[in-house]
């Protein structure tokens, strides 16, 4: 069974840009999580979605936004790129409610650089 | 709300010796506990995790953690470590249902030949 999918693996930007990740979560799975792991700051919880709705948000700008697909796969956005957003950005799945029991499978990320 | 903290930002231990991670939690209502484990240049792999039940969990590669509910503690063990775990390892935290991860710091485990 395939696990999550993440892509580009690396992105390279410049302050002011635009960035766009991708996820396709597990097969079955209808929730996905974002996470940003910078230096210094650890994983920080960005957004979940599940079935194509925004269920929670992390303490991050409104520059950062998402969306989820019919398909359950996702778009993180990140606009007008800072320094500081430069991180690993992880995508996670898991099953929807309390079938989940809590437990998200994570891709490998999708490290963004910000020059 | 929740919160986790790692006591440890480093650990160094040598090859063979046992090893124990520690991780306090906080939180006002039950939660479910984990422990991932991330490989340099990697996304995050769950090693165990507590739902219900037993408080001893036995997870991969050898490793187990205890939960205690009075210390509000979640320690992870390794009787016999081995080079091939030299990672940083990670506690988190979530509510019962599916609601979002909280992280502890990490702490960075660093196996001596």
């Known amino acids: 069974e395939a696990g999550v999918t993440q892509s580009p693996t690396h992105l390279i930007k410049t302050r002011g840009q635009q960035a766009t990740l991708r996820c396709s979560p597990i097969?079955?799975?209808?929730?996905v999580y974002w996470y940003q792991q910078a230096l210094g700051l650890g994983l920080q919880f960005l957004l979940w979605?599940?079935?194509?709705?925004?269920?929670n948000r992390g303490n991050f700008p409104p520059r950062f936004s998402g969306r989820q697909f019919p398909n359950y796969s996702s778009e993180l956005n990140v606009n007008a790129l800072e320094l500081e957003d430069s991180a690993l950005y992880l995508c996670?799945?898991?099953?929807?409610?309390?079938?989940?029991?809590?437990?998200?499978?994570f891709g490998p990320g999708t490290r963004l650089t910000v020059l | 709300a929740q919160s986790v903290t790692q006591l440890d930002s480093q650990v160094p231990v040598f090859e063979e010796a046992p090893v124990e991670l520690r991780c306090n939690y906080s939180?006002?209502?039950?939660?479910?506990l984990f422990w991932y484990v991330q490989y340099p240049n990697q996304g995050l792999q769950l090693l165990l995790k507590y739902l219900s039940g037993s408080t001893l969990v036995k997870g991969i590669n050898g490793f187990e953690a205890e939960f205690n509910k009075s210390q509000t503690s979640f320690h992870l063990r390794k009787p016999s470590v081995h080079i091939s775990d030299t990672a940083e390892y990670f506690c988190a935290v979530s509510g019962q249902g599916a609601q979002k991860l909280v992280f502890g710091q990490g702490t960075r485990l660093t196996i001596n030949p």
């Open positions: 996670a799945s898991s099953l929807a409610g309390t079938s989940g029991m809590g437990e998200q499978f």
């Open positions: 979605y599940d079935e194509g709705e925004e269920r």
């Open positions: 939180s006002s209502v039950s939660v479910y």
């Open positions: 097969s079955g799975h209808t929730s």
